[in-house]
């Protein structure tokens, strides 16, 4: 039990056992945060997996030369596509009726409603916006396989999407997260980060408020 409550904790604070993690497993690193990234977009049961706060400090940890950075943006951007992919063709398989699912600990309706809402106000854009949003990046694709959204258009904001998401959070950390008021306060920054992340989805809200 312990061995599993330990495992646990890394894999939902992966961003704060990044260090531990490369020292301990050195260039698996990066399959580490692939397998991360791929699974909190890949499948609608781990949206609680670390996505924003986790490119930050990969990106603080690549800035200081242990690995490198575009080796890292690379296998992330892999990742990210790949994931999203995987969530498209489940979404498309299992179709409307996954609207009648029970809400369980791995499953909320509410999200998935949520993001349906998101994506119908959106279109396509709905997969570049939802990457900055957690929660709604792991939704998003899945849903545009639910609605059957044509295979290539979905890819083209899926790669777009990927390459803002993976870039920006990743070159934010390796320009900015080893400034010592920034790494000394790597909680706050994280914080603001899914403050910011979460705008779109606040205006959205307000906006569906006063319409109804």
Avoid at 13 to 19: E, G, P, R
Avoid at 139 to 148: C, D, K, L, S, T
Wanted: hydrophobic share 55%; with cysteine; proline share 3%.
């Amino acid at each position: 039990m312990d061995t599993l409550t330990s495992l646990l904790d890394v894999a939902l604070h992966l961003d704060q056992h990044l260090l531990f993690l490369l020292d301990r497993y050195g260039v698996w690193l990066y399959g580490i945060l692939a397998l991360i990234v791929f699974a909190e977009t890949g499948l609608v049961v781990t949206p609680f997996l670390p996505g924003d706060s986790l490119l930050f400090v990969a990106g603080a940890l690549a800035a200081t030369g242990k690995i490198d950075a575009a080796w890292l943006c690379l296998i992330l951007i892999v990742a990210a596509v790949t994931g999203n992919t995987v969530n498209y063709w489940i979404g498309r398989y299992l179709g409307p009726r996954v609207f009648q699912w029970p809400d369980s600990r791995f499953f909320s309706q509410r999200s998935l409603q949520r993001t349906q809402v998101f994506y119908v106000k959106h279109g396509g854009k709905t997969l570049v916006l939802s990457r900055f949003v957690p929660i709604l990046r792991t939704f998003a694709p899945f849903v545009a396989g639910i609605g059957r959204m044509a295979h290539g258009r979905f890819q083209v904001f899926n790669i777009a999407g990927a390459l803002a998401w993976v870039i920006s959070l990743t070159f934010a950390g390796y320009f900015f997260g080893n400034i010592s008021l920034i790494k000394n306060n790597i909680s706050v920054v994280v914080l603001v980060i899914v403050v910011l992340s979460l705008i779109p989805v606040a205006i959205e809200f307000v906006r569906q408020r006063r319409a109804a």
